[in-house]
């Protein structure tokens, strides 16, 4: 079990990781939204690989939980009576939820529904990128890799 800043430590390394490997696919249609030409990794993230990056946290923390705010449209990983995505860990206080930066909403409004199983059928039903999108089946793994050395780090320094 690793505590916040931790797991935001092991998150920035995962997140990292994935614009540089993603990188590597410039003629994947992706989401479609361009800038300047490239696409934009948090908009990935946010709008395409939320899933699956929480599939992904909770698959290395499986005392977690994928919840699904259908008021954000969006997937987070709920671990240690904390929320994550991929920007580490999103804030929050005993009212309210910060679900894009310096925007709050009631943590009743967020309506969370926990994500019992993540089949590939329920990939494919509920995100526009499928567990066979042949960009993640390639990550996937080197993303499990990083993880746990990064985890293995954050660990060794908490020991010394």
Not at 31 to 53: A, P, Q, V, W
Not at 102 to 121: A, C, G, R, W, Y
Not at 131 to 143: F, S
Request: hydrophobic fraction near 35%; include cysteine; aromatic fraction near 14%.
């Amino acid at each position: 079990m690793l505590e916040p800043n931790k797991m935001n430590q092991v998150i920035a390394k995962i997140t990292s990781k994935f614009a540089e490997l993603y990188s590597y696919f410039p003629e994947r249609e992706k989401t479609g939204i361009e800038y300047n030409g490239s696409i934009k990794i948090e908009d990935e993230l946010r709008m395409g690989y939320c899933l699956h990056f929480a599939a992904l946290l909770k698959e290395i923390f499986p005392e977690g939980h994928i919840i699904w705010g259908n008021v954000i449209d969006h997937y987070i990983f709920y671990y240690q009576q904390n929320f994550y995505d991929y920007r580490g860990l999103i804030y929050h206080d005993q009212e309210r939820i910060e679900i894009l930066p310096n925007h709050f909403i009631p943590l009743t409004d967020l309506k969370i529904t926990p994500v019992q199983n993540v089949s590939l059928e329920f990939l494919q039903a509920n995100t526009i990128y499928s567990e066979q999108d042949p960009i993640w089946h390639q990550i996937k793994p080197i993303l499990i890799d990083t993880a746990k050395e990064e985890i293995e780090k954050v660990k060794t320094n908490l020991s010394r």
